[in-house]
Each structure stands twice: as structure tokens, then as C-alpha cells.
């Protein structure tokens, strides 16, 4: 998870007011499609390392974030331009379909 950090309300937001567009994971440790999405999330990472940053929000401990981009199911992955959403998957989708969707939105 180098290229990967972990986000909260503390950090999130200055995470945004960078350059890159954001690829927010939004997952639970308990969750098993978002342990199957993590690993592949975490290749994304590097693979587009320069086209984006890449964070993770376990919505655990943070309900307030994850209620402020409605997110009612988990794995959610969201991608943010400018603080906007510009894409959004839900579910454990397959590494091709999610990195083919985010690279159409960068």
C-alpha cells in the first residue's frame, strides 16, 4: 500500500486541494468483496502513479465521509476532479472494468 494512503476527516479534505484527481476506496475490514477490490486498488496505485492519488477511507471510522458522498454500499470506489465526483463503482468489479473507468474520467 506505498502509493496508498490512508484518509480520515482530519486529512481528507487537504488530500483534495491537490493538483491530481482523487481515487477514494471506500471500504471495511470486515468486508469481504472490498478485500478482494483492495489488492487490486492497491495495483491501480501504481500503475496510474502520476494520474492520480490513490486513498483509502475505511467508512467505519469515518461514517461522516462516507455519508457526505452517499455511499450505501461497500466496496465504493469514487473518483474526484476538482473535489466533484467524475465516477463512481460499486462493488468488487474486475481490475480491467475499474482501471478502464477511471482512465476514461481522468
Given amino acids: 500500500m ?11 479534505d487537504s488530500m483534495l486541494a491537490g493538483e491530481l484527481p482523487v481515487l477514494v476506496d471506500f471500504w471495511a475490514p470486515w468486508c469481504g468483496p472490498c478485500r ?7 495495483e491501480l ?4 502513479e502520476g ?11 469515518n461514517q461522516d465521509l462516507a455519508m457526505r458522498f452517499g455511499v450505501m454500499s461497500i466496496p465504493t470506489v469514487v473518483l474526484l476532479k476538482g473535489g466533484a465526483e467524475a ?4 462493488g ?12 476514461a474520467n481522468l
Wanted: net charge negative; glycine share 2%; charged share 25%.
Fill in 2 to 12: 506505498s502509493n496508498v494512503t490512508e484518509v480520515n476527516a482530519t486529512n481528507f
Fill in 36 to 42: 478482494m477490490l483492495s489488492p487490486v486498488v492497491d
Fill in 45 to 48: 496505485a501504481g500503475e496510474l
Fill in 51 to 61: 494520474k492520480v492519488t490513490v486513498v483509502k477511507c475505511n467508512v467505519d471510522e
Fill in 87 to 90: 465516477m463512481r463503482s460499486v
Fill in 92 to 103: 468488487a468489479v474486475p481490475k480491467p472494468k475499474l482501471k478502464a473507468d477511471i482512465e
